[in-house]
């Protein structure tokens, strides 16, 4: 689910403040990335905690191009947890990790520029 956004195209349809609050965006630290070589495009399968309410939860994201697998562990990143779980290939991915697309289109992590609390909650 690779939607590249092009940086010139004009803003989105507007929508009611009810329908962002929907969209469930929390902080949670990566805890282990593996190697995900059934995957498409470069990706790792990431273990990210969401603290003691959401737990941990699997996400499958294709971040190999910015990020070397060893440098990832102890990250926070910003994520989607109320999505359904989505089958990809041989893995489970339970949240969509959020990012944005670099000068090549490869995708850059979206996280806080200070450590937050797993878990917290965008507004």
């Known amino acids: 689910m690779h939607l590249h956004h092009s940086p010139d195209e004009p803003a989105a349809e507007q929508i009611a403040f009810d329908n962002f609050l929907k969209v469930d965006i929390r902080i949670g630290t990566i805890i282990t990335a593996e190697e995900f070589p059934e995957a498409r495009n470069p990706s790792f399968k990431l273990q990210i905690d969401f603290g003691p309410a959401i ?37 489970m991915s339970e949240v969509l990790t959020l990012g944005f697309a670099d000068e090549e289109g490869e995708v850059v992590l979206f996280a806080p520029d200070v450590k937050v609390p797993d878990g917290s909650r965008l507004f």
């Open 55 to 91: 737990g941990v939860k699997k996400s499958c994201a294709q971040i190999a191009a910015n990020y070397p697998a060893d440098e990832l562990p102890g990250r926070q990143i910003a994520a989607v947890v109320n999505f359904p779980p989505r089958q990809i290939g041989p893995a």
